[in-house]
């Protein structure tokens, strides 16, 4: 997120007053998309598998951005549903960098600091999982061994319908057998790359400039498939 301008003056009570001044987010955060909590699911405030991966692709290539293509470069250091916010065409902006680092050239793959990139990829690997199950990892039925990544990886390669986030399936057919055995290869490929970088092991991480590369190629390759799909809706038409 780009900032404006800043703000600094005083209120109507005489006291100081600061702000930095971004541009307006009208579609809020990913986290209110992602899990709704008083309305019920519909076209108009659930995402799409097509927008799903565009919002994935976007918080990538900002991370690879602060990584790799920043000097210095910068962790996030909290990259989860609420930061990400959404502009008018819902793509996605990383916000909120108040507790992030900046680091050193000789400290980006290091063992010296305890906060290194790899601590990012492991929340982006946790936030993909989020994005296309729609559980959160704080989710009650998270206990013990089992947390977001086990549930996730336990389901791989063949019991991907049981924890894709069903909300997905209002914008897209999935009845023709054919298309529900192509979206299930993307799924596997989406989710395998989200269990890759969230492994327990910083080393064992997918790199980030790797992680994005996939993702595009995901990506490229179901807005392919899917664009001539015109999936019928009630009264009218949904074309992904």
Known sequence: MKIITCCSSTNEQ???FKALIF???PNGS??????????MPTLDNTLSLAQRL?????????????HNHCQPPIIHCDL??????LVEDMSARVGDFGIARVISESEKYGEASSITTFGDVYSLGILLLEIFTGRSPTDDMFRGSMDLHKFSEDALPDKIWE???TTMWLHTGTHDSNTRNIIEKYLVHVIALGVSCSRKQPRERT???????????IRDSYLKFARPL???????TILQ
Not at 30 to 39: A, D
Not at 230 to 236: D, I, M, S
């Open 14 to 16: 005489g006291h100081d």
């Open 23 to 25: 541009e307006f987010m």
């Open 30 to 39: 990913l986290n209110r998309w992602l899990h709704i909590e008083s309305e």
């Open 54 to 66: 565009d919002i994935v692709v976007d918080i990538m290539d900002a991370l690879d951005y602060l």
């Open 80 to 85: 989860k549903p609420s930061n990400i916010l």
């Open 163 to 165: 924890i894709a986030d």
């Open 207 to 217: 790199l980030i400039q790797d992680a994005v590369n996939e993702m595009h190629a």
């Open 230 to 236: 015109v999936v019928e809706y009630g009264a009218g």
